[in-house]
């Protein structure tokens, strides 16, 4: 299972409300983060058995962008709710073919370098939850990172599986480093797997108003009405994520820890640092033509291509688009969302 | 006389080659900064008494922007050799017409404020050089620009009218305070006034070459040969100003103190200074729909005008055009034209 809803505010002015980042080659390759997301996972599950949970408004888009084969598999959202509805459908759907039948949710934006190694983790927590344990791939720090969560690992259960001891939000730089330091945390990939009938337990126990609604969206498969039912009960459950709704207080939660080049991308600065390597001998990296004159650690990214020259500025970031433009200090691109809101309250809904 | 040549460098990438500063409307008005000359000179001359010298490569631009009447008077020269081959050919012009015609020599890339009192400024200028003077405009400054060339005033001749006693190069930044100061120092504005048979009298003092090859010119004048031997007599002649070349050694040159918000706008910083009128409460400025977070002293220009966000950014300034895109410090404005070196060198003519 495929989630590739999302708003596109964090990548404006590339991402936009019709093409979040998901439907974007911000990885190192030219594949979207959506197509390569199908393609690292084919190895390990026939075409029939993926699905694409996605908004309603980029359907058609997500729709060209994987196998034909796949295009009765997408679940069209009518609203974002966050991801517990999101894989609450998608369970539905697993449970009908088969109640015991293992899934592996995976959001659509995340790049991997090391899919092989990757996939290794992943047999491992397909195993792992095989009993109705929910489990999670967590991601051996390589950084002190403060902008993911991280998980505790627990007793070593099995080789490679852990109890998951607890969640941490996003710590501060001195806990960060901590973590790196003692080794016994992970980052919380957001990727998660479990049985049908497990997840859908959880849900019921934890979130039983959410699990009304997907029992009436459940009754509607097949119907007529089953678009209908959707928007019904989108329309009146809250917004809430799979992690702070189910796993955080799950009874039975594994957690598998890899390491395979993984980030989440999460802002202009992430997609910055992924391309580093590229850079010139001042840090400077493009997507396109690069003129320099005593500028360092900028990003230049223009599509359509232009050539783009920077002259005596540091650290910032340059996304051209054919009719939004942003300039913006690289240590500041958490501002890019206010940017955003700045441009809804305008209503210029036309380069959103 | 209105000099329209210029490479189009320093405003790159909105300058071109095809498309040099004067073609641009980088004044206050909708204007380019030829056709505001134009409209500006026109009360004190008849149309069929105007002259436009400007380069082969943009005659046709520029024929388009200045009334049809005057299309005949335009001077394509082959090449760029600066002023003092300019104001010669256009002198042997006049000369046919009347020897001791009055030649008003304009740049067309410079902005005025205050026509009318610019015009003052001129009348005056004229009557100074009826007897053979060599006469220029003193800009009195507004502060103490480094950037131009002053000129010191000497004795009043008569009301409005001084020698000029010095010539002084771009002075530095403690010597220009004392100009200011002083009160008898005035910016060099590059506008000079005289009878034709004057100043091709000092090209011949001081110039010889270049008089020689004036007279071939002159010789060929309506023949089929005539761009012939301008092409020949141009290939040959060294590159000189008028300023250097001629009149900081005539034998007798006064100066027409005046000031009417003349500016040169020589750099996007200048573009940027002569628009702080119109900034927001923290500096910034934008042809076109800007927004801005913490950002500060910048300037945004698109053509074609785009929405630009700006974060977190200081005292940058933003030339968004169709193929190039410039990020540049306002401080280091003067490096433009290295950009303009570089992408020369890279044989990317497509965005010169």
Redesign the interface.
């Known amino acids: 299972v495929i989630m590739a809803g999302g708003s596109g505010t964090r990548f404006?002015?590339l991402s936009r409300r019709r093409r979040p980042k998901q439907l974007l080659a911000l990885g190192d390759s030219d594949l979207t983060m959506l197509a390569a997301t199908v393609r690292r996972i084919r190895p390990l599950a026939k075409i029939e058995d993926l699905y694409v949970v996605t908004g309603a408004a980029i359907v058609d888009d997500v729709a060209r962008l994987v196998p034909d084969a796949l295009v009765d598999n997408i679940l069209a959202e009518p609203f974002g709710r966050n991801t517990a509805p999101c894989v609450g459908w998608a369970a539905l759907r697993v449970r009908r073919r088969d109640p015991r039948g293992i899934m592996a949710v995976l959001p659509a934006d995340h790049v991997i370098g090391d899919e092989e190694a990757f996939r290794e983790v992943a047999r491992r927590a397909v195993r792992a939850c095989e009993g109705g344990a929910l489990a999670t791939i967590g991601v051996t720090p390589s950084r002190p990172e403060t902008g993911y969560g991280y998980i505790e690992l627990g007793e070593e259960l099995s080789a490679g599986v852990h109890r998951a001891e607890r969640f941490v939000e996003k710590p501060d730089r001195a806990t960060a480093e901590a973590y790196v330091r003692g080794g016994s945390h992970v980052w919380n990939s957001g990727m998660f797997f479990f049985r049908a009938d497990a997840i859908l337990a959880e849900i019921e126990r934890q979130m039983p108003e959410l699990h009304a609604g997907l029992e009436e969206i459940d009754a509607a498969a097949g119907r007529d009405d089953e678009a209908d039912a959707v928007r019904t009960v989108y329309g009146r459950i809250a917004g809430q994520s799979i992690d702070y709704g189910i796993m955080e207080h799950a009874r039975e939660i594994v957690v598998c820890p890899g390491r395979f080049g993984w980030d989440d991308v999460g802002s202009w600065a992430a997609a910055y640092e992924m391309r580093r390597g590229s850079a010139d001998g001042r840090g400077n990296v493009a997507e396109g033509?690069l003129?320099v004159?005593?500028a360092e650690g900028?990003l230049?990214w223009?599509e359509p291509r232009?050539?783009?020259?920077?002259?005596?500025?540091q650290d910032?970031i340059?996304v051209?688009t054919?009719?939004?433009?942003?300039?913006?200090?690289r240590?500041?691109?958490q501002?890019?969302k206010?940017?955003v809101e700045?441009?809804a309250a305008?209503r210029?809904d036309d380069?959103l």
């Not at 054919?322 to 200090?329: G, I, K, R, T, W």
Request: glycine share 4%.
């Open positions: 404006w002015p033509d003129v004159c005593d900028c230049a223009t232009k050539l783009v020259a920077l002259v005596g500025v910032v340059v051209d054919e009719d939004a433009l942003l300039v913006c200090s240590g500041q691109v501002k890019v206010d940017v700045q441009i305008r210029r380069v």
